[in-house]
């Protein structure tokens, strides 16, 4: 049975969306803000957040840029906010989905379903090695130079997609349909999962080397760069 943590403020939202998961077949845990989530997810990790962004005391940005120091498992924001600046702050950090508030709790759990499938995805094959990186997709792992790097569900699964196609050219599209997120709303998306890699696996985020934007087009990997 999956465990899913619901980190929401407002005691009506929480009840509702715990009563209505657990119908469906999964164990819910819950707490009130991002303080008591983080101390839930050392009790026992879940196995996907739904984290609320306006909450007294920790909200929920500060919750995910703690809990994504040191976990990839699946976020989604629920929030009453549909900006495209809140949503890109969200995806910086890490989240990997968004329901706005008010939601209907069947595109909630569509929403739920979708992520932890993903995440959950069998692997076809052990570690690959292009240049300076490493991806192990049974381990669902990766390095960069030897490091090992701490990726998010999402960036996880575009590293995938680019080290088993190096130097091919993927349109922003092509790589919103390979994450399943088009329900995000726009390319944007893809811009701000490539400019976190950057920030992870470049020596010089400034000056990427080996995710090269190929202008009016999309990303490549070159990862003879890095070499």
Do not use: C, W
Request: charged content about 30%; cysteine-free; hydrophobic content about 40%.
């Amino acid at each position: 049975m999956k465990t899913i943590l619901v980190v929401e403020d407002n005691a009506g939202i929480r009840d509702m969306v715990r009563e209505y998961l657990a119908e469906h077949g999964y164990r819910v845990r819950v707490a009130s803000n991002g303080t008591e989530g983080l101390l839930e997810t050392r009790h026992e990790p879940p196995d996907l957040i739904l984290l609320d962004v306006m909450m007294p005391g920790m909200d929920g940005l500060e919750f995910l840029r703690r809990y994504r120091a040191s976990s990839g498992t699946p976020v989604i924001f629920l929030t009453a906010r549909d900006s495209e600046i809140d949503k890109v702050l969200g995806l910086e950090l890490g989240a990997d989905d968004y329901v706005t508030k008010p939601f209907s709790m069947a595109e909630l759990l569509a929403r739920v379903r979708a992520n932890l499938r993903r995440a959950e995805q069998t692997p076809t094959s052990g570690p690959i090695r292009v240049g300076e990186l490493e991806l192990d997709a049974t381990t669902r792992s990766f390095r960069a130079r030897g490091e090992r790097v701490n990726l998010t569900r999402s960036e996880f699964e575009l590293m995938d997609l680019l080290v088993r196609h190096p130097q091919r050219v993927f349109t922003r599209i092509e790589l919103l349909e390979h994450l399943q997120e088009e329900a995000l709303g726009s390319e944007r998306t893809i811009d701000v999962h490539v400019r976190n890699l950057r920030a992870k696996i470049e020596e010089e985020p400034s000056k990427p080397r080996l995710l090269e934007t190929v202008y009016g087009i999309g990303y490549r990997l070159n990862p003879e760069a890095g070499a």
